[in-house]
C-alpha cells in the first residue's frame, strides 16, 4: 500500500523526522515509507526501522496520490526530487534541503502541490531540534500546520518569512558545529591545564548543559546571565578578557554573515 508520508532521502536529518514521528504516534508506521538510493544506507534503514517501507527510488507504489512528502536530499538534487513528486500528484512537500528557496520548488511540483521549507539543526537527532518554516505563495495555514506538526516531533518550530531564513539557517541550522567548535576547544585547554580528557569531556558537556538549561529557563538574556558569573577583576574576568582581545565576539558575527551569505548563494545556484 501507498504510503501517505514518504521521506526522500535517509540520511542522520531525515531517519531523526521518521524517528520523532513514530515514537510520539504522530504517524503510523504503515502510512509512512522511506526513499534512499543508497544500498548501505537502506540496509540500515530497515534495521533502524523494522516496521517502515524502504525503497531504492520514488514511484506511484511508494507515496498515495494527495500524500505529502519530506525531500531531504542535498539541494542540488532537490528540484528534481520535487518536479518527480509533483508529477505522482504529492500535495505538500516540506523541503528541508539548505539555501533552495520555496519559489525554486514550486515551480517544479506544480500548481496542484504547495511547499513549505523549512531548516532543522541535528540537535532533532536527540528531540531538542529548532526549525524554522515559510511557505510558498501557494501554501495554506493547513499545510504550515502541517509541516510544523511534522518537525514539532522532534524539537521546537519557528514560522518566518523566507526573506529570514538564510540568517537562520547561519544562527541555528549551523549553530551546532560553532558549539562543538568552542566545546572541542575548552576541552583541549581544560587538558592543558591538568585535567584529564575524560574529565575535561564531563566537565565542557555538563557546563554546556547546565548553562543553556539556564538561558532556557530562567528568562534572562545571556547578558545578565554572563555578568552575574563575572565578578570584577575575578577568575572568569581574566578570562573574558582574553576572549574579547582575540576577537571571539567579531569571529562570531563574521562567522554567522559569511555562513548566511554562503546560503543565499546555494539559492541563486
Known sequence: MAATLV??????????????????????????AVVETSPNRRDELAAMFPELAVHAQLSGDVVAPGGGAIVAVKPDQAESVALLL???GVERILSIAAGISTQRLQSKAGPSCRVVRAMPNTAALVGKGMAAISGSDAATAADLDW?????????TVVRIPERQMDGLTAVSGSGPAYLFLVAEAM?????????????ATTLVTETFVGAATLLAETGRS???????VTSPAGVTAAGLRILEMKGVRSAFIEAIQTAAERS???GRA
Open 187 to 199: 576541552i583541549d585547554a581544560a587538558v592543558s591545564v591538568g585535567l584529564t580528557r575524560d574529565q
Open 7 to 32: 521521506l526522500v532521502g535517509g540520511g542522520k536529518m531525515g531517519a531523526a523526522l521518521i524517528g520523532g514521528l513514530l515514537n510520539s504516534g504522530a504517524h503510523a508506521a504503515d502510512a509512512l
Open 222 to 228: 545571556a547578558v545578565d546571565l554572563r555578568a552575574e
Open 86 to 88: 509533483g508529477g505522482l
Open 147 to 155: 509541516a510544523e506538526r511534522i518537525l514539532g516531533a522532534v524539537g
Open 264 to 266: 543565499f548563494q546555494l
